[in-house]
């Protein structure tokens, strides 16, 4: 059984290329060229310069002893959080742009819901001197007005999107039409391991570097490269992917993906994609996805704003249906509850995504000798207003 992608781009039955024609040449030029790119030496040595001068990597893997006390076990927090921009995003956007001037492209959009993507985005745009355009729903705008600011400053220009919902899914649908109508130099940095083969497999291949340095601050640390479990949130599944990737032909290792249950799996207020999707395409890719009978996409709901997808990637897909990995799930107010804990107990204040993973440590029942490594995969300080409206008393 193999987890990885295979040569026409599929996870066993999930992944594809599902795009309209007018993309065959953006999305072939990519596939033919994106491996021999990466796997160059200037290429790797840029990218690997810039990961430590720029972002501060390797993210340090911090022994949470009072969490750990608190749940008998050993817990390890891998601080993405830590990151130059705040999570894990930075590891793909700076890959992918790294990418785009290898392909001669001068001009990038991106989509973005929350703002976390395009905030990574246009960082690493203004790094590389490039042109940056960020699609987003008008109504996200309208709620994420710190990060419109952060990508303006960071010379990046902001389109509305205007139809549909007015969120993501309608941001990507213009970022999609922008690219088809500028084939020769414009780039499409997408930011999850969703959307048309290569994207999965090259977005996971940046966020790797997480599970690449796991192994060795573990050897480092208890003396042996592999934890019992690895935990992490999945909204489009990156960061995830990122922890599991040099984990998931050892089976000894147990991985647990969590997704946002919101109000409550049954309650109609859910993104937990895997439990209640059904196969289906979205954004250029065949996977799991939250659908109405008849194939229309259902809204999903999340206290977190980087949580709310309607569906995975195809990998998580694919290591759910396989059982490879473990999908669970935990609500907003468990969610709040674990941010809450780990500020008491740890001094940091985790990403709202970032603490439904932790929330999994109240269902784990690890044992006392086991090794568990959560993947924090960002900070809190964009949360600091839904964590203040949350707090009693
Ligand atoms: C965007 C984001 C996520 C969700 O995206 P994935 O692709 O599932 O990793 C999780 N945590 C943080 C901090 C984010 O910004």
Same mark, same amino acid.
């Given at each position: 059984?193999? @987890?990885?992608?295979?040569?026409?781009?599929?996870?066993?039955?999930? !992944?594809?290329?599902?795009?309209?024609?007018?993309?065959?040449?953006?999305?072939?030029?990519?596939?033919?060229? @994106?491996?021999?790119?990466?796997?160059?030496?200037?290429?790797?040595?840029?990218?690997? +310069?810039?990961?430590?001068?720029?972002?501060?990597?390797?993210?340090?893997?911090?022994?949470?002893?009072?969490?750990?006390?608190?749940?008998?076990?050993?817990?390890?927090?891998?601080?993405?959080?830590? &990151?130059?921009?705040?999570?894990?995003?930075?590891?793909?956007?700076?890959?992918?742009?790294?990418?785009?001037?290898?392909?001669?492209?001068?001009?990038?959009?991106?989509?973005?819901?929350?703002?976390?993507?395009?905030?990574?985005?246009?960082? =690493?745009?203004?790094?590389?001197?490039?042109?940056?355009?960020?699609?987003?729903?008008?109504? #996200?705008?309208?709620?994420?007005?710190?990060?419109?600011?952060?990508?303006?400053?960071?010379?990046?220009?902001?389109?509305?999107? $205007?139809?549909?919902?007015?969120?993501?899914? #309608?941001?990507?649908?213009?970022?999609?039409?922008?690219?088809?109508?500028?084939?020769?130099?414009?780039?499409?940095?997408?930011?999850? =391991?969703?959307?048309?083969?290569?994207?999965?497999?090259?977005?996971?291949?940046?966020?790797?570097?997480?599970?690449?340095?796991?192994?060795?601050?573990?050897?480092?640390?208890?003396?042996?490269? &592999?934890?019992?479990?690895?935990?992490?949130?999945?909204?489009?599944?990156?960061?995830?992917?990122?922890?599991?990737?040099?984990?998931?032909?050892?089976? &000894?290792?147990?991985?647990?993906?969590?997704?946002?249950?919101?109000?409550?799996? #049954?309650?109609?207020?859910?993104?937990?994609?895997?439990?209640? !999707?059904?196969?289906?395409?979205? *954004?250029?890719?065949?996977?799991?996805?939250?659908?109405?009978?008849?194939?229309?996409? $259902?809204?999903?709901?999340?206290?977190?704003?980087?949580? +709310?997808?309607?569906?995975?990637?195809?990998?998580?897909?694919?290591?759910?249906?396989?059982?490879?990995?473990?999908?669970?799930?935990?609500?907003? +107010?468990?969610?709040?509850?674990?941010?809450?804990?780990?500020?008491?107990?740890?001094?940091?204040?985790?990403?709202?995504?970032?603490?439904?993973?932790?929330? *999994?440590?109240?269902?784990?029942?690890?044992?006392?000798?086991? =090794?568990?490594?959560?993947?924090?995969?960002?900070?809190?300080?964009?949360?600091?207003?839904?964590?203040?409206?949350?707090?009693?008393?």
């Amino acid at each position: 059984m193999s @987890y990885q992608v295979n040569e026409k781009g599929y996870y066993g039955n999930f !992944g594809g290329a599902f795009i309209p024609e007018m993309l065959f040449p953006n999305v072939d030029e990519l596939r033919e060229n @994106y491996l021999s790119i990466i796997q160059e030496e200037n290429f790797q040595n840029e990218l690997n +310069d810039l990961l430590r001068d720029y972002v501060g990597r390797p993210s340090p893997l911090y022994y949470a002893k009072r969490l750990s006390a608190h749940y008998k076990t050993n817990i390890y927090l891998k601080r993405e959080d830590l &990151n130059h921009t705040g999570a894990h995003k930075i590891n793909n956007t700076l890959g992918q742009i790294l990418l785009a001037k290898r392909l001669g492209k001068t001009r990038i959009i991106a989509e973005t819901g929350a703002g976390q993507h395009g905030v990574a985005t246009a960082t =690493v745009c203004a790094l590389m001197g490039l042109k940056c355009i960020v699609f987003m729903g008008e109504v #996200d705008i309208k709620r994420q007005a710190p990060n419109v600011a952060r990508m303006k400053l960071l010379g990046a220009e902001v389109i509305p999107a $205007t139809s549909g919902s007015k969120t993501l899914k #309608d941001a990507t649908n213009e970022a999609i039409r922008d690219w088809i109508n500028n084939p020769l130099d414009t780039y499409y940095i997408i930011g999850s =391991v969703v959307g048309p083969h290569p994207y999965p497999d090259m977005v996971a291949r940046f966020q790797s570097v997480i599970s690449e340095e796991m192994k060795k601050q573990l050897l480092e640390k208890i003396g042996n490269e &592999n934890p019992n479990v690895v935990i992490a949130c999945v909204g489009g599944g990156s960061n995830a992917a990122g922890a599991f990737y040099h984990y998931l032909d050892n089976l &000894n290792v147990r991985l647990i993906a969590v997704e946002a249950a919101g109000k409550g799996i #049954d309650s109609g207020h859910s993104a937990a994609t895997s439990v209640l !999707g059904k196969p289906g395409i979205i *954004h250029g890719s065949k996977t799991l996805l939250m659908q109405t009978e008849d194939g229309q996409i $259902t809204e999903p709901y999340s206290i977190s704003a980087g949580l +709310d997808y309607p569906g995975v990637g195809p990998i998580h897909a694919h290591l759910f249906e396989t059982g490879r990995a473990e999908f669970a799930s935990a609500t907003d +107010d468990e969610a709040l509850k674990a941010a809450f804990l780990l500020c008491e107990l740890e001094g940091i204040i985790p990403a709202l995504e970032s603490a439904h993973a932790l929330a *999994h440590l109240e269902k784990l029942n690890a044992k006392e000798q086991e =090794v568990v490594v959560i993947n924090l995969s960002g900070r809190g300080d964009k949360d600091l207003e839904t964590y203040i409206k949350s707090q009693k008393g």
